[in-house]
Protein backbone atom coordinates (compact mmCIF):
# COMPACT_ATOMS: atom_id res chain seq x y z
CA UNK A 1 0.00 0.00 0.00
CA UNK A 2 1.44 3.49 -0.76
CA UNK A 3 1.47 5.96 2.54
CA UNK A 4 -2.28 7.46 1.71
CA UNK A 5 -3.77 4.05 2.07
CA UNK A 6 -1.30 3.26 5.43
CA UNK A 7 -2.09 7.12 6.49
CA UNK A 8 -6.35 6.24 6.45
CA UNK A 9 -5.98 2.66 7.50
CA UNK A 10 -4.34 4.05 10.65
CA UNK A 11 -5.82 7.15 11.35
CA UNK A 12 -3.13 9.37 11.31
CA UNK A 13 -2.00 11.60 8.35
CA UNK A 14 0.86 11.13 6.04
CA UNK A 15 3.05 14.02 7.34
CA UNK A 16 2.93 11.54 10.50
CA UNK A 17 4.32 8.81 9.30
CA UNK A 18 6.95 10.34 7.70
CA UNK A 19 8.07 11.81 10.72
CA UNK A 20 7.97 8.34 12.48
CA UNK A 21 9.37 7.64 9.56
CA UNK A 22 12.42 10.00 10.15
CA UNK A 23 12.45 9.21 13.76
CA UNK A 24 13.19 5.78 13.11
CA UNK A 25 9.93 4.65 14.93
CA UNK A 26 8.72 2.87 11.66
CA UNK A 27 11.10 1.33 9.36
CA UNK A 28 11.60 2.39 5.97
CA UNK A 29 9.23 0.67 3.10
CA UNK A 30 10.47 -0.58 -0.18
CA UNK A 31 10.35 1.58 -2.56
CA UNK A 32 8.35 0.49 -6.04
CA UNK A 33 10.86 1.22 -9.28
CA UNK A 34 9.20 4.76 -9.35
CA UNK A 35 10.47 5.72 -6.01
CA UNK A 36 7.18 5.06 -4.27
CA UNK A 37 6.98 4.43 -0.81
CA UNK A 38 5.28 0.55 -0.40
CA UNK A 39 3.98 -0.16 2.73
CA UNK A 40 3.11 -3.81 4.05
CA UNK A 41 1.02 -4.97 6.97
CA UNK A 42 3.94 -5.19 9.43
CA UNK A 43 3.53 -1.32 8.65
CA UNK A 44 0.42 -0.85 9.56
CA UNK A 45 0.53 -2.73 13.00
CA UNK A 46 3.95 -0.82 14.00
CA UNK A 47 1.83 2.51 13.00
CA UNK A 48 -1.01 0.93 15.38
CA UNK A 49 1.55 0.41 18.21
CA UNK A 50 3.21 3.33 18.11
CA UNK A 51 -0.36 5.36 18.03
CA UNK A 52 -1.63 3.31 20.98
CA UNK A 53 1.43 4.60 22.99
CA UNK A 54 0.67 8.14 21.69
CA UNK A 55 -2.53 8.11 23.48
CA UNK A 56 -1.05 7.13 26.47
CA UNK A 57 0.79 10.22 26.34
CA UNK A 58 4.47 8.33 25.87
CA UNK A 59 6.94 10.04 24.99
CA UNK A 60 8.98 8.69 21.37
CA UNK A 61 12.30 7.74 23.32
CA UNK A 62 9.85 5.66 25.46
CA UNK A 63 8.32 4.06 22.54
CA UNK A 64 11.71 3.53 20.64
CA UNK A 65 12.87 1.55 24.49
CA UNK A 66 9.07 -0.90 24.09
CA UNK A 67 9.50 -1.51 20.56
CA UNK A 68 12.89 -3.39 21.30
CA UNK A 69 11.68 -5.11 23.76
CA UNK A 70 8.35 -6.11 21.37
CA UNK A 71 11.07 -6.77 18.69
CA UNK A 72 13.77 -8.58 20.74
CA UNK A 73 12.03 -10.34 23.27
CA UNK A 74 13.98 -12.58 25.71
CA UNK A 75 13.71 -14.81 28.30
CA UNK A 76 14.39 -11.80 30.65
CA UNK A 77 12.14 -10.40 33.52
CA UNK A 78 9.92 -7.68 31.95
CA UNK A 79 11.46 -5.00 35.29
CA UNK A 80 12.14 -2.53 32.81
CA UNK A 81 9.21 -2.27 31.26
CA UNK A 82 7.34 -1.96 34.54
CA UNK A 83 9.53 0.53 35.34
CA UNK A 84 8.90 2.37 32.10
CA UNK A 85 5.63 2.86 32.35
CA UNK A 86 5.89 3.61 36.46
CA UNK A 87 7.84 6.62 35.69
CA UNK A 88 5.08 7.45 32.70
CA UNK A 89 2.39 7.02 35.87
CA UNK A 90 4.59 9.40 38.13
CA UNK A 91 4.61 12.09 35.39
CA UNK A 92 0.97 11.56 35.19
CA UNK A 93 0.42 11.96 38.54
CA UNK A 94 2.78 15.62 37.82
CA UNK A 95 0.83 16.44 35.19
CA UNK A 96 -2.51 16.15 37.47
CA UNK A 97 -0.97 17.97 40.30
CA UNK A 98 0.01 20.76 37.98
CA UNK A 99 -3.67 20.86 36.66
CA UNK A 100 -5.10 21.14 39.91
CA UNK A 101 -2.74 24.05 40.98
CA UNK A 102 -3.75 25.45 37.40
CA UNK A 103 -7.80 25.13 38.30
CA UNK A 104 -7.24 26.43 41.74
CA UNK A 105 -5.64 29.87 40.14
CA UNK A 106 -8.13 30.10 38.06
CA UNK A 107 -10.84 29.30 40.09
CA UNK A 108 -8.87 32.13 42.63
CA UNK A 109 -9.11 34.92 39.74
CA UNK A 110 -12.67 34.01 38.52
CA UNK A 111 -13.83 35.15 41.81
CA UNK A 112 -12.37 38.57 41.68
CA UNK A 113 -15.31 39.05 39.25
CA UNK A 114 -18.51 37.13 40.83
CA UNK A 115 -21.28 39.81 40.39
CA UNK A 116 -22.09 41.46 37.31
CA UNK A 117 -19.63 44.11 36.08
CA UNK A 118 -18.67 46.44 33.05
CA UNK A 119 -15.81 45.34 31.07
CA UNK A 120 -13.90 48.52 32.91
CA UNK A 121 -14.49 47.49 36.02
CA UNK A 122 -13.95 43.32 35.66
CA UNK A 123 -11.79 42.72 38.42
CA UNK A 124 -10.70 39.54 36.47
CA UNK A 125 -9.04 41.83 34.21
CA UNK A 126 -7.65 44.62 36.79
CA UNK A 127 -6.29 41.50 38.46
CA UNK A 128 -4.33 40.65 34.66
CA UNK A 129 -3.26 44.20 34.13
CA UNK A 130 -1.98 44.61 37.67
CA UNK A 131 0.20 41.32 37.14
CA UNK A 132 1.48 42.35 33.89
CA UNK A 133 2.59 45.73 35.57
CA UNK A 134 4.54 43.71 38.47
CA UNK A 135 1.76 44.02 41.20
CA UNK A 136 1.34 41.03 43.04
CA UNK A 137 -1.70 38.54 41.59
CA UNK A 138 -3.76 37.11 43.73
CA UNK A 139 -4.11 33.45 41.68
CA UNK A 140 -0.24 33.53 42.25
CA UNK A 141 1.58 32.73 45.91
CA UNK A 142 4.84 34.38 46.37
CA UNK A 143 6.69 31.06 45.68
CA UNK A 144 4.69 29.98 41.46
CA UNK A 145 6.57 30.56 38.89
CA UNK A 146 4.46 33.59 36.82
Known amino acids: MQIGELAKKSGCDAETVRYYEREGLLPAPA ?4 GYRRYEQPHLEQLAFIRHCRSLD ?3 ADIRRLQDYHLHPSAAPCDDI ?22 QQLLTLRARCDAPHTVADCGILKTLEGAASGEGCVCHDADAPH
Open 31 to 34: RTAS
Open 82 to 103: NALLDAQIGRIHQQIASLQRLE
Open 58 to 60: MSL
